[in-house]
C-alpha cells in the first residue's frame, strides 16, 4: 500500500464530511447525524463492516459539538432533568408509558420515587440522550 493510493479517496472522503475542523453549525450536524443513520441502516448488521471506524471517528465530532452547544445541564437531580425534558418536548405526565401510570410519573418527579434501570433505558432512548442524563 502506497500513501498516494488512499490520498485521493481519503481527500474526497474529508471534503464531504468535512472531518478536517469541528462540525461548524446545526446544518453540518444534522450531515453527520444523517451520515451516521445511513451507516447503521445500510451496515447495522455487520458491525465489523470497516465503515464503522470512520463513524467512530464522526460520532467524536458530533460528542464535540453537542458538548459544545448543547450541553447537559450538570446540576440537578435525575428528576429536574425529566422535568426538563417533558417541557422540551410539551409532554405531560400521562405521556410517559416508559415510567408507567400517571401516578407513578408523578411520585417521580416528585422525588419520591426512582427511576429503575428499564425506565432509564427506555428514556433515554426516547429522548436520545445519554444514560447519565437520568440517573443521580
Partial sequence: MKVSDILAPWGAVNTALGLGAPIRDEAHYDEMLRFV????????????????????????RIREYEDRMHPWPVAGTPQSRLAFLMEQHGLRQCDLPEIGAQSVVSAVLAGKRSLNLRQVRALAQRFQVPIEALTG
Fill in 37 to 60: 443513520d445511513d451507516c447503521f441502516e445500510q451496515f447495522g448488521a455487520d458491525d465489523g463492516h470497516p465503515i464503522f471506524v470512520l463513524v467512530d471517528w464522526v460520532a467524536l
